[in-house]
């Protein structure tokens, strides 16, 4: 049995329950650009502990600001309500208590105290020997316990210390954990572990925390990860594997640089491929991610896992037929897990079976020559590299069903319309009406204006008949459309003193104007024959 095997054996018989802690709040809005204000981050707060449930939140950093402390303020008051006060956490300096007594005027019960994790960051930094930091340290630890408040000690650029100064690292955790005499931390319930920079790989992670857990084996260890190199999820992975407790994550991975690990995809990992438990309410994690994506600016990429737009829908036909005989192309990210639904995308590649799922969700059924003709357009559009959208679905079903061109009596063979700098745009047209083919040219205002000027000179010339005169002309994207794929144009015209009013749907607009004009002017071909 190989070593991945091994670890993946352990961690289903052995992973215990992993506290999830997330740091969107404080971290998070370290990314470029992000500023939350008060009230946003008491509702993303509210979220987090009612109803996704998450163990702990870490909501800010202390004396930043007033607006910082207002909004600290807020959301203790409103965790205090419902008993969750404890849950509530806040980064804190080591500066002889400023920091403790800024949260506790805030509410705050719990303190993340931010040490140096590296002898290079003791040293360059503060200038200070690894025992005057270990003095600093115990002086805000014990009063903060003095305060009655709950000690977490963050070991800043542990990743660091672990590859340059163990012995550093080393001296700091003794002299930290045998506070008051106890081996399991005493004074500090956790001992957090970042990767400051994100330097990190899954087997140094293993290394690293698993020499940790040796020293020190009755310490609760949290992991906090960084992505700069891609490996956030992956190395907190590695941390659960090798024995720490919690994990730091971020909604939609948000943090500085190229963020933190996405709290969608540890939970994710954590369930389905090590069996692990939490506490998190994965039909949550949609509403969550959307509320931060709106309230911080940032995107989330199409294509992020569990949380992007795209990630549960099916774009190969074959897949969508797979789906229907036996989910032959799903796997345990079902999207119903996530308050989400699956949707078959429309477009070249699509098919019949993509298009049979999105009629069987709007409750339609068609003939197989009507799924035909309605397939034909599709896979048109999406040569034309258009993206066409289930809501786009019900216009183009009544646009091909209601119009379909194969018995009209006036065709358009060929036409080409054209516009140069300083010239009148032009248009040359191709028609057959009633099985006999015609042809002109003319310049008009606008392509459509010149592309109808050689329609009036056809039947004037050709047919001998008046053209009828264009009333109104409306452009618009269809009603409920999500997207610029279509756009529908409605011409209004007058014949003979009575309206005819007729649309064209496509996602060129002139093209949409020229459907609209040849419907019109088949409605007008079929009143004829049958006065004749």
Not at 339 to 359: D, H, Q, T
Not at 445 to 465: E, H, N, P, S, T
Request: charged share 25%; net charge neutral; hydrophobic share 35%.
């Amino acid at each position: 049995m190989g070593t991945a095997e091994k670890l993946n054996t352990s961690a289903k018989s052995h992973l215990p329950f992993i506290e999830i802690m997330d740091c969107t709040l404080r971290d998070g809005e370290q990314t470029s650009g992000v500023s939350f204000l008060p009230h946003e981050k008491l509702v993303i707060a509210r979220m987090l502990l009612r109803d996704l449930n998450v163990d702990r939140i870490e909501v800010a950093s202390a004396r930043v600001s007033e607006g910082e402390k207002e909004a600290v303020k807020m959301i203790c008051r409103y965790a205090n309500q419902i008993g969750m006060v404890d849950r509530v956490e806040v980064l804190g300096f080591v500066d002889g208590g400023q920091s403790v007594d800024w949260i506790s005027d805030c509410g705050g019960h719990v303190i993340n105290l931010l040490a140096k994790g590296s002898e290079r960051h003791c040293r360059e930094q503060l200038h200070k020997t690894v025992d005057e930091h270990i003095d600093d340290i115990l002086t805000t630890v014990r009063y903060a316990n003095e305060k009655g408040m709950t000690v977490n000690l963050y070991l800043e650029d542990w990743s660091n210390g672990m590859k340059d100064s163990p012995k550093y690292v080393y001296r700091l955790m003794d002299a930290l954990t045998s506070l008051q005499g106890k081996t399991e931390g005493g004074s500090i319930k956790r001992f957090m572990l970042p990767d400051t920079l994100g330097i990190l790989n899954p087997l140094q992670v293993i290394e690293y925390m698993r020499k940790m857990r040796k020293h020190y084996p009755g310490v609760h260890f949290d992991f906090h990860a960084h992505n700069d190199y891609d490996l956030a999820v992956s190395n907190s992975l590695a941390a659960v594997l090798s024995g720490c407790k919690g994990l730091h994550v971020t909604v939609n991975g948000l943090g500085e640089r190229c963020g933190n690990a996405p709290l969608s995809s540890v939970q994710v990992i954590l369930k389905d491929q090590f069996q692990a438990k939490t506490s998190i309410r994965e039909d949550k994690l949609n509403a969550i991610s959307r509320m931060v994506e709106g309230y911080s600016g940032i995107a989330v990429a199409p294509n992020q896992p569990v949380i992007g737009e795209n990630v549960f829908t099916q774009v190969a036909g074959v897949h969508a037929d797979g789906d229907s005989k036996g989910g032959l192309y799903m796997n345990q990210l079902v999207p119903e897990r996530f308050g989400r639904k699956r949707e078959y995308a429309l477009g070249k590649n699509s098919g019949k079976a993509n298009i049979l799922r999105n009629l069987e969700e709007l409750g339609l059924e068609l003939t197989p020559e009507q799924t035909r003709l309605v397939t034909e357009r599709i896979t048109e559009l999406g040569d034309r590299k258009e993206v066409v959208t289930p809501e786009d679905l019900p216009f183009i079903i009544s646009d091909v069903l209601k119009h379909n061109t194969q018995d009209n009596k006036v065709k358009l063979i060929s036409y080409m319309v054209s516009t140069a700098y300083g010239l009148k745009p032009g248009a040359n047209v191709k028609v057959e009406i009633n099985g006999q083919q015609y042809e002109a040219s003319a310049t008009g205002d606008g392509q459509y204006d010149a592309f109808v000027k050689a329609l009036r000179y056809i039947y004037k010339k050709y047919l001998g008949r008046t053209f009828p005169l264009l009333a109104n002309y409306a452009v618009s994207i269809p009603p409920g459309g999500r997207t610029d794929a279509l756009v529908q144009t409605v011409i209004t015209w007058q014949e003979d003193g009575k309206i005819i009013r007729t649309r064209g749907l496509d996602a060129d607009q002139t093209e949409a104007a020229i459907k609209a004009t040849f419907k019109m002017l088949n409605i007008i071909e079929e009143k004829l024959e049958k006065k004749n």
